[in-house]
């Protein structure tokens, strides 16, 4: 109830905003709506468990493709409609599986992994990748090992490469290359938690600090979000921006928010590595006022 009331107020206001200032949102983009903490790791559970459910269908179409493969399954169609059985099955098994991965990485951008055990975060994070193997691995190591009478020749090679494929595509996708994990997504709402927009490019990863900023001046398709209260909470802009899979400061917006005296300590920058604590801002903080 609550929440539908939310949506109304920020429908209208946003239409407001659009029939005032058309011009105003032509040039800073498409505002996004943030989430509370509450709000974020809901919707994180759900994309979860829809993940989990996607890989077990997922591995069951890989199930269903080795039984074609071993003759345990008989499909409709003569002989040589049983090849294109496995094909079907494998491509199924690839559409769920690259579902799940963005779906999964989807919700550790939402709320992110703790980071005290890397290797465990590694696999927590990358969880899209690894299934891409457990959804391929076995059936591509059964074709190799089949026997003639299961499978003849061409067919072997057909279904090896198509699966490999797959396979590739499906890690690939399933990877985050832009993982993020909760103390420093902490970090970069507490150090820039203040910057009332932040801005993005639909597909890019990092995000913006300042509207003229040289890498998105001239972009048409920039996203931002505004730091707001949302059921009592302050949902600053930055978190959003994170949200939607940015997870690194632009290099040019750290450069002018160090410029400013800001502490960038503990947030991700846009090559993946963590700000240390800058030391003109220490200097600055150690001074004596007087
Ligand atoms: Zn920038």
Redesign the pocket.
Known sequence: MEEKKRTITKVQSSRKAASEAAEEVKATGKKVEGMTKAEEKSKAITLRIVSAILWVLAIGCEVLAMLVILKALRMPGAEKMRIWWIIIFLVADAILCIIAGFLWKKAAHLAPFKKNNKFVFFILTQLGMIMAAVCFLPVIILVLASKEDKLDKKSKIIVTIVAVVLLLITGLLGFDFNPIDADTKAAAENQLGDYKKVYWTRFGH?Y???ED?Q??KNSTDVSYSEGEEIDGEFVPAVRVAMDNGCTGL?A??ARDAEKEGKELKGVVLEDGTIAEADETANDLTVAPEE
């Open positions: 990092k913006h600090l300042y900023c890498a998105i632009c040019f917006c």
